[in-house]
């Protein structure tokens, strides 16, 4: 625990001691030690502790629970230990049931608060991984799709698409130096498009965004890695908004 963080909110004496003996025999750090709610979240807010012993009772004014509030909206992913008298059945309660952290009974025990402060590091970056996990995008294939060329079958994966315009009943793909020509509506290829990437210009031309260099505006053209593509009136605002611009 060398080099663990620790504020410790404790407004009585004799157990303020025990918490600086306890930090000296587990070898944490204690960022403050505070008996008052201003100095705690002030303290809280400068230092960014990795842990903090929280006294459950602070005085008639300040209950615990609400100032762990408090701490969890100005940084959620610290975890918080309380600390009640051996006797507080309802303290317990209140804590068990707000689901905020530990409790555990005063005097402190070194063993158990050093394994009450392992369990609590642990879990909480465990609950972060997880989170992590559930919110982070899915893994998927590139997106990609299947053109007939003479009696095969080629996949085509999209993002190597640098645009596509119409000949006659022809869609002309652009991909790697060279054209795939098939024989759809252009409408009709857009709707089998990442719409994210792919935005139409002219009556003839679609881009795929990731290859515009630049765009001329007075010359209404669109640089892409090979190719000036025209940009039509008709299209010209709705490839500005799609841009990411600063």
Not at 9 to 27: F, G, M, P, T, Y
Not at 87 to 116: I, T, Y
Request: charged fraction near 30%.
């Amino acid at each position: 625990m060398q080099n663990l963080q620790v504020l410790a909110v404790e407004d009585e004496r004799i157990h303020q001691a025990n918490i600086k003996s306890l930090a000296r025999s587990l070898d944490f750090q204690l960022t403050d030690i505070v008996s008052e709610v201003p100095q705690a979240i002030e303290s809280f807010k400068m230092r960014k502790p990795d842990l903090v012993l929280m006294d459950l009772h602070l005085n008639a004014q300040h209950d615990g629970l609400e100032l762990a509030k408090e701490f969890r909206n100005i940084y959620s992913d610290i975890p918080i230990i309380f600390t009640t008298s051996k006797q507080d059945e309802a303290g317990f309660s209140a804590v068990k049931d707000a689901g905020v952290g530990l409790c555990l009974s005063k005097p402190l025990e070194e063993d158990v608060l050093r394994m009450s402060i392992e369990n609590s590091v642990r879990s909480l970056r465990e609950q972060f991984r997880k989170n992590e996990l559930e919110t982070s995008w899915p893994v998927t294939k590139p997106h990609s799709f299947f053109v007939r060329i003479g009696n095969r079958l080629k996949r085509i994966e999209t993002r190597k698409i640098e645009y596509i315009e119409v000949e006659e009943k022809y869609c002309a793909i652009a991909l790697e130096g060279r054209q795939i020509h098939v024989k759809i509506a252009l409408k009709d290829f857009l709707k089998k498009l990442p719409v994210d990437n792919f935005i139409r210009v002219h009556r003839n031309f679609v881009v795929n965004a990731d290859f515009i260099q630049s765009i001329q505006l007075n010359e209404n053209v669109v640089v892409l890695d090979s190719k000036e593509v025209p940009v039509s009136r008709t299209y010209k605002e709705d490839l500005i908004d799609r841009l990411n611009l600063l």
